[in-house]
């Protein structure tokens, strides 16, 4: 096979050489999903262009071709897993669905008052959460394994944590924050001899690693296509076929059964006794052309190159003074995961977004992980195999600006103004859309907004509690008000993160002095439209600023 050229990689993904922000897309955010190729996207398309019909119904033509291309999918899947069986290979929806459905089926029919349930504290919250409902549910108890120094689950504690009351040990095979392969083989045979079964959540590992169950030996595996160029909405549950055929059926419904009267049902044969409804066949069938595409390249080859790369990533941040990694020593794959001493992890993101650079900020559905590291959040960089060394360079030098700019020089403050004075509402308000409005483009719009953070007086620490708290945002955010004899609102308010003082100073800007009357009415969406802003900020940003303004709208009915 060809040495691998990631320019020729690259060129398969039709977004990648799209502009964000106006500038070139560096998407490092491949831990949350990757990117599709053009062969994924058109086998998509030409399902439903050329034989979109129901798969496993009806005697038409179309539906049998559709059938086929459905059931050729699972063969792909089985091979790349190297499952002993094809009725191994369930379809779901993603990650998430496949341990749900272990929890429910496995968990519901099994599990007894006092059973203990192994999960380790660097879990993703698809792997905490169903455990938690089914062992309320069941009366059963979850122990956390520890992990070392370097993030790993530790297996020199295994020990004391496995005893005869053990039933289940689920985790992943890699965390999506750590970025580094647990002790698979020691936790499989230590599950055996206690006779528990093993669920392992390869939501990370499927893009990265050959995967074998058969030698890996473990009862279920999970993962997701979109982690590895495939479409959303797809997932795969492999499952001991022994252990799949004695498992209740989670879901029931049509494509499930055998046959269906009052007076009973009964249930089809693996792997459809646990595939209800109509399946998103044409995401399935998609599912199929990205491993083809990945097999095209060779999956080691691709994994070489990211290995190169996140070292490359990894020794750079090294040199960077300020940052400091989630766990010791460089990860196995090209999942990286740092905070900055002195800024707040959004803040680093949204800088970086104005540059075009797409990374993770934030808690990364790993809460549990976030108190064991002590941290409120942390930035993490994900690479595939279509990331270059140039991006990685833009990325540093462009981290390092930021790192500069949050000092606080106030030679870098352009915009020194105090705007939350007790002026008239609209004054304020009008000269922060005149200001917004002079601004070019997001980048200068994201440096006005962290410049407009820098402006906001700290909020007294004794106000910073559970009663001012902003629900709902993903920073640590407080909002505290008071109304004068003339029934107008003052409003203080402090954040952890620089992004969100400077959203609470344009916010401010429209509400300080208002009345709760015209609180209520006024329009924040058509005033955030107006400072060209909308359509700029992320999601959590978006909930963020819908937070703040529900708070003042909570306090503007009960002050
Ligand atoms: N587990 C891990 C380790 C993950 O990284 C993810 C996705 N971030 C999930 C589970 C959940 O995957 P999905 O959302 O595709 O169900």
Partial sequence: MNKFDVSIFRKHFPLLDKKVN??????????ATTQKPAVVI???VEVYEKFNANVHRASHTLSAKATSAFEDARIEVQRFIKAKHLDEVIWTSGTTAGINLIAQSWGHENLQPGDEILLSHAEHHANIVPWQMIAEKKGAIIKVLPLTSSGVIDENLLDNYFNVKTKIVSFSHISNVIGKVNPIKRIISLAKKYKAITVVDGAQACAHLSLNMESLDCDFYVFSAHKMFGPTGVGVLYGRRELLEAMPPYQGGGEMIKSVSFNGTTFDKLPFKFEAGTPNYAGVIAFAASIKFINSFGLVKLAEYEQQLTKYCYEKLTQIKLVEFV????PDIGVISFTVRGSHNHDIASGLDANGIALRSGHHCAMPLMEYLKLTGCIRVSLAAYNTFS???????????LIQSTDENPDNIIFTEKVTGQVSHSDNEMEMIERFNQLKGWDSRHREIML???TLDRMDKNLCNNTSLIQGCESNAWLYGSKNPQGEFF?????????????????????????????????????FDELGLTQ????SRNNGVKAIVEKIRMLATQV
Wanted: charged share 25%.
């Fill in 536 to 539: 700029h900020l992320s999601p």
């Fill in 327 to 330: 766990a010791e020593g460089k």
């Fill in 22 to 31: 106006n500038r070139p897309l560096v998407y490092f955010d491949n831990g």
């Fill in 391 to 401: 991006e990685v360079d833009f990325f540093i030098e462009k981290l390092k600006l």
């Fill in 491 to 527: 409003f203080r308010c402090d954040s952890d993160a620089k992004v969100i003082r400077g959203l609470m100073v344009i916010i401010l800007a429209a509400f300080q002095n208002m009345t709760s009357q015209q609180i209520l009415m006024f329009d924040n969406h058509a005033y």
């Fill in 42 to 44: 058109a086998t998509e």
């Fill in 452 to 454: 407009l953070g820098k």
